[in-house]
């Protein structure tokens, strides 16, 4: 599926060019979207079809086309501190995704079937979380991947703010899947598409992760981040001021096309609504600026950009603190 967006060059353009057609349409979906090159998630010998609008499949190996990605991150409404399940979870490119939006209070599970892919998921969270600079730039509500059928989901699991199933669902198995959400939760799924596979013969209930309680000396670290996070903000309007010039907008097509995707709110247990957005319902709003953003726009065009400044890690590498503490405050994270 997909292929009615424009492909990009790089990441960033191909969120332009989703942007445009309206596929996403707020700030959170369009920064989320933007802090994870979806190439990352590709393997290396197919990554220049990775900025297309396209499904790419190899393998096990399963990626949906990235209209769809942002048509399923606007319907499931997300926000900081939610729980959120991941059903048919692949590459893990989507819950990446949504943890930069649960922020560190938040829950992130993923169920897929096939082990291989679990792996591959691991890694890429691996590498996202050692090298990327948008591990800083939020505060990410990592990920738990387990492998096994997600119809097969144990019944003493917790219930979720939030579901999502990537693989196709049956119109049996409807009253399943909003079993696992919580009162006032969200759904989406794609209804009455190929079904979820199963693996005959291999029948075993799914134990999700329990919910984690997090260690004093963690919460100081994510406040202590946070924190800094104030200075460097409030450093940067003091010496940019409010003015500060925003990358350029596009015009937008009205080009959205339809998809059988359901989106479920469970109120006092009962269905109270199932439609994904409609398009007139623009929320867009300006581009999101960050500090990383304002330092690259504000500077006089230059024909070898420089890369973009990890303010947080100079910030934390500046401070009067023991090596140790240093290391720890940033994760041990190499860049
Ligand atoms: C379209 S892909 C979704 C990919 C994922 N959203 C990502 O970010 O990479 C669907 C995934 O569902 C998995 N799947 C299919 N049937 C399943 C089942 N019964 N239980 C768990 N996972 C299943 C497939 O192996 C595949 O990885």
């Given at each position: 599926m997909g292929g009615a967006v424009s492909a990009g060059e790089d990441n960033d353009e191909l969120i332009d060019h989703l942007k445009e057609a309206q596929y996403i349409r707020s700030e959170l979906v369009e920064a989320a979207f933007r802090a994870?090159?979806?190439?990352?998630?590709?393997l290396e010998e197919f990554k220049e079809n990775a900025y297309k609008d396209l499904a790419w499949k190899h393998g096990n190996i399963h990626l949906s086309a990235p209209c769809i990605y942002s048509e399923v991150m606007e319907a499931l409404d997300l926000q900081p501190g939610l729980s959120f399940l991941n059903l048919g979870s692949g590459t893990g490119y989507l819950s990446s995704m949504v943890g930069l939006i649960l922020g560190p209070f938040g829950v992130n599970h993923g169920v897929e079937l096939h082990s291989d892919v679990t792996e591959y998921a691991k890694q890429k969270l691996d590498f996202f979380i050692r090298t990327s600079d948008s591990f800083d730039k939020f505060d990410f509500c990592e990920p738990s991947f387990v492998t096994g059928n997600c119809l097969e989901i144990s019944p003493g699991c917790s219930q979720y703010d939030r579901v999502y199933c990537g693989a196709g669902v049956q119109k049996q198995h409807e009253g399943y899947m909003k079993s696992l959400l919580k009162v006032g939760g969200v759904l989406v799924m794609p209804l009455e598409e190929k079904p979820c596979q199963s693996e005959s013969g291999k029948s075993r209930l799914v134990q999700l992760p329990p919910p984690a309680v997090r260690s004093l000396q963690d919460l100081a670290r994510i406040a202590i981040r946070g924190t800094i996070k104030k200075v460097i903000h409030q450093e940067a309007v003091n010496k940019h001021g409010n003015g500060l010039q925003t990358a350029p907008s596009f015009n937008r097509r009205r080009a959205r096309r339809r998809r059988r995707m359901e989106t479920i709110v469970c109120l006092d247990k009962e269905v109270f609504a199932s439609r994904i957005s409609s398009p007139s319902d623009d929320t867009s709003c300006g581009d999101l600026e960050d500090e990383w953003q304002d330092e690259e726009v504000t500077s006089p065009p230059d024909p070898k950009p420089e890369p973009p400044v990890n303010f947080l890690r100079e910030k934390v590498l500046s401070l009067p603190l023991p090596d140790p503490l240093k290391c720890y405050l940033l994760y041990y994270r190499e860049k």
């Open positions: 994870i090159d979806r190439a990352d998630y590709y």
